[in-house]
T-cell receptor, first 113, second 114 residues
Framework: GQQLNQSPQSMFIQEGEDVSMNCTSSSIFNTWLWYKQDPGEGPVLLIALYKAGELTSNGRLTAQFGITRKDSFLNISASIPSDVGIYFCAGLSRGAGSYQLTFGKGTKLSVIP | DTEVTQTPKHLVMGMTNKKSLKCEQH?????MYWYKQKAKKPPELMFV???????INESVPSRFSPECPNSSLLNLHLHALQPEDSALYLC?????????????FGPGTRLTVL
């Protein structure tokens, strides 16, 4: 089956630093999604990428859909304490009447004030 | 309104109990999903409903029984669960085909099986 390799697994950074995380896949996806999950809560969609090469920003977040359609990265600039959480990449594939997500294993971000 | 709601927030049940998890969305989405998430792991897909019909069952044990009474509601009926079924159960919804295809997640139900 499809697998996503997400790295790094965890990060400890100082407040104000920039953060970068990425996902690679053995399969092609037509859409990449990035979610953030706080403890005990559901994942919240941050950015959706629909085209190979697409670069999309959402405030301090920037994500890119790789040209090969097998990878994506997420950057967070000038990190703040509320950025703490687990970030998941997800590749979207089309099934029978629905879309299915394949998740990466997540990147746990800790921000030191 | 981009909200998916889930009830209850927390549930503790014994192995002989019968309980139900509920999910609701009013975004007009025609695909709804149940995921199971263990601690420090990504969500794992359990079921997909498309246009109120079960389209995907990821080999989930029969002690989990999904139901989609209408296009806005999704239930997960639980019976004779095992302690290893304790997890965060997440509901999500999306457009089935056209338009936006992002999945929006609810806050989850934290289930503990004793």
């Amino acid at each position: 089956g499809q697998q996503l390799n997400q790295s790094p697994q965890s990060m400890f950074i100082q407040e104000g630093e920039d953060v970068s995380m990425n996902c690679t896949s053995s399969s092609i996806f037509n859409t990449w999604l990035w979610y953030k999950q706080d403890p005990g809560e559901g994942p919240v969609l941050l950015i959706a990428l629909y085209k190979a090469g697409e670069l999309t920003s959402n405030g301090r977040l920037t994500a890119q859909f790789g040209i090969t359609r097998k990878d994506s990265f997420l950057n967070i600039s000038a990190s703040i304490p509320s950025d703490v959480g687990i970030y998941f990449c997800a590749g979207l594939s089309r099934g029978a009447g629905s879309y299915q997500l394949t998740f990466g294993k997540g990147t746990k971000l800790s921000v030191i004030p | 309104d981009t909200e998916v709601t889930q009830t209850p927030k927390h549930l503790v049940m014994g192995m002989t109990n019968k309980k139900s998890l509920k999910c609701e969305q009013h975004m007009g989405h025609r695909a709804m999903y149940w995921y199971k998430q263990k601690a420090k792991k990504p969500p794992e897909l359990m079921f997909v409903y498309s246009y109120e019909k079960l389209s995907i069952n990821e080999s989930v044990p029969s002690r989990f029984s999904p139901e989609c009474p209408n296009s806005s509601l999704l239930n997960l009926h639980l019976h004779a669960l095992q302690p290893e079924d304790s997890a965060l159960y997440l509901c999500a919804s999306s457009q089935a085909w056209e338009g936006g295809i992002e999945q929006f997640f609810g806050p989850g139900t934290r289930l503990t099986v004793l």
